[in-house]
């Protein structure tokens, strides 16, 4: 069976068909109407109760569950018994279901590859599958509100966090992003889009102040938000921390009330990041809900608003439509329902393990890869890869079935030191490569001196370096380079056997500069629970290579649009101004504008069967509509993801993802493709009109392997032309 849509068709697995929606009642057919009548028959003081809620984490010592509400986990909001409103358990789900510092004991949860991994499969229906897939393991453990996924763009690849986010390019963030929120809404749950916006650097995220042109705003991050928006309608978009042109995001009108909810039309609710709130004002700038109360200065969605109420500073209607969104968007999903499905561990675990295969990357391979079976013996060094595999730090760390095998302390000042610490899990690369290779004499050293790792690889027919860098929330890192002596050991591993292969497990672009000393190359990203055994699949050939960059990999800091990252190093708490000059030209498109080569550039990734394109036909109507054949030149079946480029824009030059589609084919298949390109890819927003708008003339089309790749062109003529906001 298939199942297909606009931006990927791959053939799915039965254990990934096996979620089913929760089941409708004639009741909830109309939101609206339903939230509409509910809340009129509200007091105030009910009202209030829906506006605010609380961290269900015992910040203080003996604080008793009854004050959290029972269920220990992020976020909690009382229900309202009397009208069926139920309260709100609101749990971190961007990579799993989260159990923050272990408060809730023992309890695990299928742990998710990083967002990246996702991002690297170019996957819509991947996405799809992990979100249910963590919607029904929250539902099943009695949460009712995700507070996920991360929607920024990969601005710097130095942030802390760009390990739970999709990519640098807002098409492939809005479409996967919006397909995880389809996913987990279907089994009754609200899922939440975040950090709205321009949340791309944790160095003091509290008081630093983005600043960016709004054209260039909707652009970039707002438009990865715009498509995740439209195509998922999640229940609920969670503020960030930062300012944005002076205005903290939470008490941003322009963001939350002329962007999100009247040019988009958006009708579910805005809820705060804890601890984000400064004024009871934020209401009439377009929040909706204070969440962790206790991490701001004061409640301020309880008496200070009710203050502003009673004063006439917040009016009833816009009282009566807070409320009247966080209403909607429970009967929307079906959070009101009641939910006893048991956890399908096995079937789970399938879909992290089919998203850490999609989701590696082969960078390099000098005909080493896949290894041959009768490979005599290997080298296994570095990265713990005999306990387990890496995860990323922060409130989205997930503890995966059979808990951490190695929890390592980092510490450090800051109100995330108490999170920092490098943990490892899941299956161990070590002892899947020896189910792959039973008949192959396997040696484990751990990579803390170069020179013994150099000699045990000098003794062996391949030597496979793993290597690491721990990414968290709450701290940005100072460059692009591996921590430790991590490029000393895959130096001289390289130096002592010519047949050296390197697995980067890392939450960002990491520099190479052994690069042309190894024979291959794997970026497996923090590649979840299953991580082990995919990698291991991978380097043995079970499994065929099929990741594409989400990001680019800068050859240094230089290349960046900051080589000093703004603020680094001062302390909590200092206010740092980042001035996005690049606008919407992120990533991939910095540079293509600057002319600068990358590393390895965004949507590049090998296989181990060759693919090629051809025959690109352009027709323009209403919309754009591409099509082009793809085959499988090779003697493997293998996934390829063709990407369509706008590179010609009414007579200059540009670079633009404009679709991209994931293609399974046999050895010798041939397929025919048709991908429907929304006119707003090939429009510039206008931000006097608030529309976008196509400018008349010559446009430009490259069907690529990767960005800036040359690939066969097409070009059509475009009528000018205003199009929505």
Request: hydrophobic letters at 40%; proline letters at 6%.
């Amino acid at each position: 069976m298939r199942l297909c849509n606009a931006g990927g068709l791959i053939a799915l697995p039965f254990f990934l068909l096996s979620f089913q929606p929760t089941p409708a009642r004639s009741a909830d057919l109309d939101p609206d109407a339903r939230a509409r009548a509910v809340e009129a028959k509200m007091t105030d003081d009910e009202r209030f109760t829906l506006l605010h809620g609380v961290m269900a984490l015992p910040l203080r010592p003996g604080t008793p569950p009854s004050e959290l509400g029972g269920l220990l986990g992020a976020g909690y909001v009382p229900g309202i018994s009397r009208l069926g409103i139920p309260p709100l358990h609101e749990t971190d789900a961007s990579l799993g279901v989260t159990n923050p510092l272990g408060v809730r004991g023992n309890d695990t949860a299928t742990a998710l590859p990083a967002g990246l991994a996702l991002g690297a499969s170019f996957n819509p229906d991947l996405a799809r599958m992990a979100g249910a897939m963590v919607g029904s393991e929250a539902r099943a453990k009695g949460f009712n509100v995700l507070l996920g996924g991360g929607m920024n763009l990969a601005r710097d690849p130095r942030n802390g966090r760009n390990f739970e986010y999709l990519s640098e390019d807002p098409l492939l963030s809005g479409m996967l992003g919006g397909e995880e929120v389809i996913g987990a809404q279907s089994q009754g749950v609200v899922s939440t889009v975040k950090h709205f916006a321009l949340n791309a650097s944790e160095t003091n995220r509290h008081t630093l102040d983005a600043l960016i042109e709004p054209a260039a705003l909707r652009e970039s991050d707002l438009l990865a938000f715009q498509i995740a928006i439209e195509r998922g309608q999640p229940g609920s978009i969670m503020c960030a921390y930062n300012k944005i042109n002076g205005a903290y995001a939470c008490g941003n009108a322009y963001l939350q009330d002329e962007v999100l909810k009247r040019a988009w039309d958006y009708k579910g609710w805005v809820m705060s990041d804890w601890g984000a709130v400064y004024a009871a004002d934020y209401a009439n700038e377009g929040l909706d809900q204070e969440s962790g109360s206790q991490l701001d200065h004061a409640v301020w969605f309880d008496a200070p608003l009710k203050a502003e109420l009673a004063a006439g500073r917040l009016s009833r209607d816009r009282l009566a439509d807070m409320v009247r969104r966080i209403l909607r968007s429970i009967y929307a999903t079906g959070a009101d329902r009641d939910a006893s499905a048991a956890i399908d561990w096995a079937r789970d675990n399938n879909v992290a393990l089919e998203a850490a295969r999609q989701g590696i990357v082969l960078l390099k391979n000098e005909g080493l890869l896949p290894l041959a079976v009768s490979t005599r013996s290997i080298a296994v060094i570095g990265g713990h890869a005999n306990l387990g595999v890496l995860s990323g730090g922060g409130s989205s760390q997930v503890t995966p079935v059979g808990g951490y095998t190695a929890s390592i302390p980092i510490g450090g000042e800051g109100q995330m030191g108490a999170w920092r610490a490098e943990r490892y899990g899941g299956s161990a690369p070590l002892a899947e490569l020896a189910k792959l290779l039973p008949d192959t004499r396997i040696t484990y050293d751990p990579g803390v001196y170069p020179v013994t790792a150099a000699a045990l690889a000098a003794r062996v027919d391949v030597a496979i370096v793993f290597v690491t860098k721990h990414e968290l929330e709450g701290y940005d890192s100072p460059d692009l380079a591996l921590p430790g002596s991590q490029d000393a050991l895959v130096a001289a591993v390289a130096a002592a056997n010519p047949n050296t292969i390197v697995v980067l497990e890392t939450g960002n672009p990491v520099t190479l500069p052994w690069k042309d000393q190894t024979k291959a190359i794997l970026a497996a990203w923090y590649p979840g629970q299953a991580g082990g055994q995919a990698i291991a699949e991978i380097l043995t050939g079970k499994a065929n290579p099929s990741g594409h960059l989400p990001v680019t990999f800068p050859r240094s800091v230089q290349d960046l649009p900051r080589p000093q990252l703004p603020g680094f190093g001062t302390p909590e708490g200092t206010a740092v101004t980042v001035n996005y000059s690049e606008g919407a030209d992120v990533g991939y498109r910095w540079f293509a504008k600057t002319g600068r080569e990358a590393l390895y550039p965004f949507g590049y990734g090998l296989s181990y069967t060759r693919f090629s394109f051809s025959q690109l036909r352009i027709r323009s109507g209403k919309s754009v509509t591409a099509s082009f054949n793809v085959h499988n030149d090779g003697e493997r079946a293998g996934a390829a993801i063709p990407q369509l480029y706008l590179t010609g824009m009414a007579g200059a030059r540009t670079l633009r993802l404009i679709g991209f589609q994931r293609v399974t084919l046999e050895p010798g298949e041939s397929r025919r493709v048709t991908l429907e390109v929304d006119p707003r890819w090939l429009a510039s927003f206008d931000s006097a009109a608030r529309r976008w708008r196509i400018t008349g003339g010559r446009y430009e089309v490259t069907l690529s392997q990767f960005a800036a790749a040359a690939g066969e062109v097409a070009a059509l003529t475009l009528k000018r032309r205003v199009l929505g906001p």
